[in-house]
Structures are given as structure tokens and as C-alpha cells.
């Protein structure tokens, strides 16, 4: 198979010196924030999305890949790339995410397949690359969003939900294989979180603060998960709008 290089579209000032942690999904309504927030807070970024993140030209410390995450066979070659060109790394924050909603019967092989690359498979090839760096420092972390969706079920989701259960399974192997290399898991599973992933659904948190959990948010559990000494780990978080509304396209 002929790989085909992700497209690197900046390299803004980015040193050695600077604690480094690489973000999956860097381009979406969460990948953003966690991105801008830990940019903000001294870290260097190493991002890699779908198409070029609207922050990348004001911000020094960030590098970004333009990567369609289905392509898992290059997702890993230019995982280990970074791993091998950047010292520093340590942390990955896995944000990618891709939703299809419909009864099973309906929705098309393509799109289930989609849905398990991004949302699943992305993530064990990541894990599969950057563990190894990790048990090499000692220590390491890998900070995963999930979703409710992967608690619980529900009508329509039930691919989704597959993937998130699949996720949440993976995180706590993981766990367990990689604990005693001071290896922090850790899963954050998000109700609806205001923003583009509703785009092009027929559904979306309804319009009160209340209905929906903001971006930065999640920035900010990931932001303080990065301060956590190893020794303490949450498995873990849940978070959840105060009021679960949800507006429906009219047809």
C-alpha cells in the first residue's frame, strides 16, 4: 500500500525546551478549545486534523498535520514520525469524533466503517504508538474523550454508542497493562457539547446554557488532568448538561 504524507501547515517557533502534547481531532468544536486552552497555559501542541485550524497562524508552539483519520495506516506513520522528531512528548489527547444517526438498517456499510475508524480504531493506533514512548519515560499520559453515548444507548445511536463502549473497554485494558509504567488512561465522557458536530444532524442541544456543555469545559477537565500527579488516576469523567433538552429540525 503507498501512503500518501500528511500535509504539515505550520511550524510556528516550535522548540525543544517546552513540555509537549500531541492533540487527535485539533480542528473540531473540542480538539479547538483543548488546543487554544493548553497553548495558552505554556504547553506546545502538535495537532492533526482534517483541514488547517482557524488559530494556527497567531499562535507560536503548535504544529499542525492535515490527516483524514480513516487513513489509520498513515495515522500511525506520522504518529511514530512526531515520536521520533519531537522529544518532549508527554501526553495524547484523542478528541476526534464522528457521529451517523439512524436504525442500523439504513445506515450504510461505509458509514459504519467510518465511524469505527475515527472513533475507535484511530485511537488504538495511537495508543499503539505512543505507549512504547511512554513506558521508555516512565511515565505518560493518554486522555480520551468519550461520550455518554457510551454508557448508555439509545434509538438511532446504536453504531455510535458501539464505538464508545468499544473506546471505554479499550481504556480500561489499557489501564491495567500500563499501570505499573506510571501510565495515566483516562476517559472523559461528554453529554452534548455545544457546537458544529450538530451541523449536519437533525437534532441539537436546545438554545439555554443549561442544555448543553461548552467547549471549553472539556478544555479545561483535559487542562487540569495534565497537572495531576502520577499516582492518582481518574478511570473516569462523567459530565452532563444540567437540563437535557433537544431541539428537532422541523420538516
Known amino acids: 500500500m503507498t501512503l500518501e504524507s500528511s500535509f504539515l501547515v505550520a511550524e510556528n517557533n516550535f522548540g525543544d525546551s517546552i513540555k509537549k502534547v500531541i492533540v487527535i481531532g485539533s480542528t473540531g468544536t473540542i480538539g479547538e478549545a483543548v488546543s487554544t486552552l ?6 506546545s501542541v502538535i495537532g492533526i486534523g482534517r483541514k488547517v485550524p482557524s488559530f494556527y497562524k497567531k499562535k507560536e508552539n503548535y504544529i499542525h498535520h492535515i490527516l483524514d483519520l480513516q487513513n489509520t ?23 476526534a469524533g464522528l457521529g451517523e ?17 475515527v472513533n475507535l480504531l484511530s485511537v488504538i493506533v495511537s495508543a499503539k504508538v505512543l ?15 468519550g461520550s455518554e453515548a457510551g454508557l448508555k444507548g439509545g434509538q438511532k445511536g446504536s453504531v455510535y454508542s458501539a464505538t464508545k463502549f468499544g473506546l471505554r473497554g479499550f481504556a480500561q485494558s489499557i489501564r491495567e497493562e500500563t499501570a505499573k509504567n506510571n501510565i495515566f488512561v483516562t476517559v472523559i465522557n461528554p453529554g452534548m457539547v455545544r457546537g458544529k458536530f ?3 444532524k437533525n437534532f441539537r442541544p ?5 442544555n448543553a456543555i461548552e467547549p471549553n469545559d472539556i478544555a479545561k477537565l483535559v487542562n487540569n488532568l495534565l497537572d495531576e500527579e502520577i499516582g492518582m488516576v481518574f ?14 429540525n422541523k420538516n
Open 206 to 210: 436546545g438554545k439555554s446554557v443549561d
Open 73 to 95: 495506516d498513515l495515522l500511525e506513520a506520522t504518529l511514530s514520525n512526531i515520536v521520533r522528531n519531537h522529544e518532549g512528548i508527554i501526553c495524547l489527547v484523542h478528541c
Open 198 to 200: 450538530f451541523d449536519d
Open 131 to 145: 505507549l512504547p514512548h511512554f513506558k521508555k519515560m516512565d511515565n505518560g499520559k493518554l486522555i480520551l474523550i
Open 235 to 248: 478511570d473516569e469523567i462523567n459530565v452532563s448538561q444540567m437540563k437535557k433538552v433537544i431541539e428537532f
Open 101 to 117: 444517526f439512524s436504525n442500523i438498517e439504513n445506515l450504510p456499510i461505509s458509514k459504519i466503517k467510518s465511524m469505527l475508524d
Open 38 to 43: 493548553l497553548l495558552n497555559s505554556g504547553f
